[in-house]
């Protein structure tokens, strides 16, 4: 396997040298990837031809306050989605330490999500009142705007199995709201608007954008399975709100990951696969792919005027953004901006003038200025593909980039297993024939194959250069063994100097892909409910006990620990039963949880909340339902009996 | 809430100052700690009266080494029990890095666990299909012994909710066994024996003991609930290899917690409810309750020789171990060792001589000379109770004990929040008489009501008095708050000199409770499997393909990165399909993952791991199934095309 030669990109190598991996060189490629994947374990990544250490008292520096002393706080919240776990994960940051895990497509037993009625409403049930799905695959996840920066309403979450998008309240951390994409299968990349490309007034994110990755038949009926010519991807745009969906955009190619310009005006998705093949080696036909640029104003104007189509069932209206039916830019609804192969990451920068797009395939980085692509829209710019500024090579496999706020810009490199810093402007120089232009600032080796790339605050306006994560998909000799499956490596990096410096790293459970940090004082949460937040409170113990009409009973329950009320409570066997319980208990902190024996069934309830369950009083006998969530001195004697009669 | 005397307690005060919290003393306990719960967000644990402020150097040098530089590993593997999130959790230690889940009782969406046809038979299903449980409760997990140290083969834990025990295997970290406890409700305490009480040449584990916490009727089939007097509870012995039930005991009362002696001979429970009350004052009117040891010869004994009924329609043998039916002690099966009221935690020391009982509702911890008890059973010794050498106050709320090799024992004081340091023999003499003598070495506050305590191999021969964990149930304002449901807090504690320094703390999700800390050298994993472990394997892409009977359907996969053979298949709608994958890459780390779009399935393959799948082809149309589980620069083009034909 050939690696980039690092000393030569240092010194801003001649572009041409080895442009990117075309179609031609893909068998090489392929046959090169796969030796490596022969033997990660013990191929480290390769150490830079000219490695800059850093020095031992700017390593010292810079892992100062990394770890919190007892009782110290974070500066810093993590919000991480959790792969194929289907939740999100919050975590402290830099320390890295895991504070909540946020249940969202997947059941979770340890509050009963999925288990009760309330979170069965959200995640949808079949008619059986079943749950429809107990899988997921979370990748991205980013949080609403107000003014350019990070508000700390809402973060949003996809699930790439089922096409579906999840909201996440950040007072509560609690999912509050889940949406299915229609016609969409393998819904990717995701990013909120910034502001209205129209409206001044609306400063805020109103919109969350949602990309397609695969193309299916639409409609997706078994029909057109065998022409390919029927395949499409949409993107598709929901409303932050209401979280319902508002229109979808028909495209070619498969949707990779997304981004939104802070002046509202563009989204842009990376797209892979422009040939619309369904096999491999036709994903693979053409020279270079796409980076599509979305004008949202024209788009939201077409289906106001009712350009648009419905596919299958599905009432959203669709909008054409095809690439033969947008060549004219005064009416274009998308911009095709051809990139090198396979494109993965597309980032926005801080400054609100660029759009970075990774190569992949290509050991490049794409740097599109923003301004050219509204002056192509405007008629004003007569070649898109001059709104590339830059095009340079920063090493091998080239995936997601931050930025530090200062101009430079921090690229993950997977094949080379490096993180690159490189200046924005520098490259914009080096590509414009400056060949003094120096870009590539320096690079670090990470531990290994890294995808997911993030520093605080990066995708705002307010990003601050201080701390860098870098989630690497393979962990192997890091920590100690547990077996077959490995942790993943989420490494931090102190990007305050001119050097980067390694600080610390973190096993985490497969497998986060994107991820976002944000100054503690922008999160605002609420530790106690109110009452009346539950209509179904039950808010005295006096109110608590069985209410029976025929064979459908309910169970009304209060917990004040280290006591349920009532304490026990006789059902009949047969009885359809809906259990709601209300903890009384006021204390922040003071959670206590229900479990059934042989019922299965457990869920909590946290200070002043309301929950239910429902179900079928089938087996006779006496079951101590009990506290499940530690609560007082008496905790084990928290109980209370359920008696089913035979 | 009234504290205990610290100062008094350092200066070992006379027992008898408040002997216990007996009957009488109840009511004003429960609203003591009633009060206790309407603010501990704003009351801090109580600072001791005579503070013992570490110094700043050792401070320092206690938590050198805590937090490993990159690339470091840890020197300890902590196993954790999950709590209701059903699991079992693998940290490194010291630094409290969680390396890994295994997934047990519960489902788990990222490796497929209730998901695959290999999973559903482990975890037991329902005639139709489908998961019998999925909801779980984890407390206690303890591994297998050889010569009164770990020998990295098993570990066990509980399922407390639905009387199931789950066996983990330590080289892959993966649960390859779960028995239900019949007639058990509430199983809690668990614990290996160490070696065999009658043949020396068994040095390891052979039984594990579970505790039944719950009294019900027996059998429990909705008759006999009106009546008190049928309630019982059962301790169960588990086979360690076959995991079938070996034989149960009843007894008298609600079993906490276990323990079991180095020499094989005995196993104890701490008992409370000895007055088998089904109501909470009920469960109160004794003055003391018990601590009960198991004379495990003589129980097979009388198993053999036929003593034994059986309940309900279980085959498992059971013998008698009532109070009244073991009176006498030269036939008695069990031992009832009277202490004090609701006592909770039962720890065996590591010189193999005692059991610490703490007492929960009374300020003290019992040591028992597990000599004398065998003395007791041999007719040499008159009155049980004197195998109490000590019985002395400790704290507020004392509920578990851990040990440092040098005679010196750790107890959690859920009250006082607080970890107290005492000396066993010091305890003993001062329970002789020798009013002199200080048991209480050292107090540090921990954050906050702590639950479960664990030292470094304290619960073997080799206890090395290095590290203390300890899981706070309460975090309250540890940590960047998330909302209602707060993490909990497992701390960090320097023991290695003779004041405990604490070095650092974790946020965990709730809720962990017992868990053990191993020695990294004690663990010898396998990070890839081979091929014929699994008889289904598809040991060739050539192999791959899809095989039809009827409307029966097995397809066969294979993947190595970036590729699934066969890459397309064709169904027909109402198929019933079998989708087996093999793994054929053998790289450590490369893991794939396997995700059917809108068929609700996804689940992992190791390297040279074989899973399947059972699902119905009920939805026509294209889906393309795709790797979940980061693998190549080409992961996200690795997919299979499933066509199923309306």
Redesign the interface.
């Known amino acids: 396997m050939s690696h980039v030669n690092n000393e030569a990109s240092l010194e801003s190598a001649p572009i041409g040298r080895r442009r990117f991996i075309n179609t031609a060189a893909l068998a090489g ?2 046959v090169g ?2 030796a490596c ?5 013990t191929a480290p990544a390769p150490t830079p031809a000219a490695p800059a250490a850093p020095t031992a008292s700017a390593a010292a520096n810079a892992g100062a306050g990394i ?1 919190p002393k ?2 110290e ?2 500066s810093y ?1 993590g919000i991480w989605s959790g ?4 939740d999100m994960r ?1 975590l ?1 940051f830099p320390s890295g ?5 946020v249940p969202c497509f ?6 009963g999500w999925g ?1 009760t009625n309330e979170s069965k409403a959200i995640m949808g049930t079949k008619p059986d009142g079943s749950l ?6 979370t990748h991205h996840t980013h949080a609403s705007y107000t003014d350019g920066d990070y508000d700390g309403k809402y973060a949003w979450i996809n699930d ?4 579906r998008i999840a909201r996440v309240r950040l ?4 999912c509050d709201k889940i949406t299915d994409l229609p016609n969409v ?2 819904f990717h990349g995701i990013f909120p608007d910034k502001r209205d490309p129209v409206d001044p007034a609306i400063n805020h994110t109103t919109r969350v954008f949602c990309g397609g ?2 193309s ?2 639409l409609p ?4 057109d ?1 065998a022409d390919p010519t029927k ?1 499409r991807s949409l993107m598709t745009c929901v409303d932050a709100e209401t979280m319902g969906v508002r229109w979808q955009v028909l495209i070619d190619g498969n949707c ?1 990951l997304l981004a939104t310009s802070f002046d509202g005006k563009l989204a842009a998705t990376n797209q ?1 696969n422009t040939e619309s093949g ?3 080696e036709d ?1 693979m036909s053409a020279e270079r792919d796409a980076c599509l640029f979305y004008n949202i104003a024209r788009i939201e104007q077409a289906v106001k005027d009712g350009k648009t189509t419905t596919i299958g069932s599905s009432k959203v209206p669709v909008v054409d953004g095809t690439k033969e039916a947008n060549k004219d830019p005064k009416t274009a609804l998308v911009a095709y901006v051809t990139v090198p192969k ?1 494109p ?1 990451g597309v980032n926005a920068s801080p400054d609100g003038k660029y759009f970075i797009c990774s190569g ?2 290509s050991p490049t980085t794409t740097t599109i200025e923003l301004k050219k692509v509204l002056d192509w829209f405007d008629g004003n710019l007569d070649d898109l593909q001059k709104s590339i500024v830059a095009e340079v090579e920063v090493g091998l ?1 080239p995936l997601h980039t931050a930025f530090d706020g200062r101009g430079n810009a921090y690229t993950t490199l ?2 080379d297993s490096q993180v690159v810093k490189w200046n924005v402007d520098a490259a914009i120089k080096f590509h414009a024939g400056d060949k003094n232009a120096k870009y590539v600032v320096d690079r670090i080796d990470v ?1 290994y ?1 890294p ?1 997911h790339i993030n520093a605080t605050h990066s995708e705002t306006k307010s990003a601050d250069g201080k701390w860098l994560a870098v989630g690497c ?4 000799d ?11 490596n989420e ?1 931090i990096i102190d990007i305050s100097g001119e050097k980067m410096v ?10 986060p892909h994107d991820f976002i940090i944000m100054r ?1 004082d922008v ?1 605002k ?5 109110e009452l009346d937040d539950f209509p179904n409170a039950v808010k005295d113990p006096k109110d608590a006990g069985l209410f029976r009409e025929g064979n459908k009973v309910t169970v009304k329950l209060t917990s004040q ?3 349920f009320s009532p ?1 026990e409570f ?1 059902l009949k ?1 047969g009885d359809e039963v809906t259990l709601i319980l209300t903890n009384l ?7 206590h ?1 229900f ?4 019922y ?3 869920f ?1 309830v ?2 002043q ?1 309301t929950k239910s369950v429902t179900f079928i009083a089938d087996q ?5 339902a ?1 506290c ?7 905790h ?2 928290m ?1 209370s ?1 359920m ?4």
Chains 1, 2 share one sequence.
């Open positions: 490629l392929t990837v796969g994947t022969e033997k990660p374990a770890h007892p009782g706080l974070d919240y792969g194929h776990t289907g919050i402290g330490r895991e504070l909540h895990r997947v059941p979770d037993a340890l509050v288990r429809r799905y107990t899988v997921g695959d790439k199995i089922n096409a007072d509560t951390f609690v299968q393998g990755e695969f299916i038949p997706n009926d078994g029909k399975a395949y990779d892979y369904v096999h491999y994903m396979n993965h992949k395939l496999g997977f094949l531990h194959q995808g998909k393979f962990s192997k890091r920590f100690l063994p547990v077996g077959p499956l490995h942790p993943e490494q390694m600080v610390a790293e973190h096993p985490v459970r497969p497998e503690r999160i949460t609420r530790q106690v409910y620990a280290p006591v304490r006789t066997k208990d006021k204390v922040e902190d003071l959670t949880g479990a059934i024996p042989h299965n069934i457990n909590i946290n200070p909340e006779p006998g006496v079951f101590w009990y499940t969530h530690f609560c007082h001195a008496l084990l004697e109980r009996r008696i089913v009669e035979a």
